[in-house]
């Protein structure tokens, strides 16, 4: 084990606004490298488990022992959904979400047609025509709404493959540190570059 110099993550929720929107931007950017690029993830995001290096600008990503390589397959269905909810195509979106895991044939079509609901509203931040500013939406509020709203129904599907799980987990963690570091992140032209 090396040790680094550096400070929490969290410490940068008083830094200033260039500051949070490039970490922000970077854990982004990470997010798509490490599922588009390396095929692989470090799939325990928590504020524990980044530093931030201010003399370099430069974040350290802690305990790659929760690092999980994804199989190409996995990581082909999740570009399609990019894709797909970057064109607000439902029903491309539809065959990439049976791709991935989130649901099945034997999926109960209301729970289908919440998941996509759902899927549409995440896509709102990357269809975003400007920055989006993390600190002034209620994105994560709809789609917990949403989330629960699934978690209530009688005909509840079955829980998504790990790996699917996974994905998602780390997409939510890295949106929910941009939002509380108040970030603004031009995130069209960063996933521009994964198309």
Known sequence: ??????????????????????VAARLIELV?????EFGEMQTDPNF???????ATGQIVLLDFGATRAFPHKLRAGFHDLLIAG???DREVARVAAKEVGLFDAQTPKLNQSIILDMLETGM???????????GRNDLFVR???????????RDFWSVPATDTLLVQRKVAVTYLIAASLKARVDLAEIVGRYL
């Open 1 to 22: 084990m090396d040790f680094i110099d550096s400070r929490p993550l969290s410490d940068l929720v008083t830094a200033p606004q260039m500051t949070r929107d490039a």
């Open 32 to 36: 798509l490298r490490e599922l588009f």
């Open 48 to 54: 524990a488990n980044y530093r931030y290096i201010a």
């Open 86 to 88: 970057l064109g607000n």
């Open 124 to 134: 709102e931040a990357f269809r975003h025509r400007t920055v989006f500013d993390f």
């Open 143 to 153: 789609l917990r709404d949403r989330g629960l709203e699934l978690a209530t129904e």
